[in-house]
């Protein structure tokens, strides 16, 4: 089965996934302070966020199946220059790590993890905004 499905481009709707994506990661810094587990959390759904908005700004999107994390993650590895190979295997690690804080009762997300998530999210949405505006026809916004 196909693990992508195409979509037309829809610039404002691809804006929309990076705002969020940015509230997200807004949200992540905020709650630092209070909740390591949910800041890393939110790390990772605005790195999630605006990779599926990238991944529209090629006119496909995940199908909903299990794995698509990884679906997208690898997406996003394979249209993005390599000198960013150092943020996927960050982006992959926190992915295997939110899930074991999620289902696994060891899972333990510290405050050190959380900073290097908020880091790692701030960088590679700057990457993304950068590559979808070469591809936004309407020109930067």
Known sequence: ???????????????????????????????????????????????????????????????????HHVTIIEFAARNLSKEHQAQFAMFDRMRRKRHQAMYDVTGFVSKREAEDAIEAAEGYLAVLRQEIEKKDPRGSR
Not at 6 to 35: G, H, T, Y
């Open 1 to 67: 089965m196909r693990k992508l499905k195409p979509q037309q481009a829809d610039f404002e709707q691809i804006r929309r996934f990076i705002v969020s994506a940015e509230k997200k990661l807004a949200a992540a810094r905020k709650n630092l302070a209070i909740d390591e587990e949910a800041a890393y959390e939110l790390a990772y759904g605005a790195m999630l966020k605006a990779s599926v908005g990238f991944m529209l700004s090629f006119g496909v999107r995940p199908r909903s199946l299990p794995g």
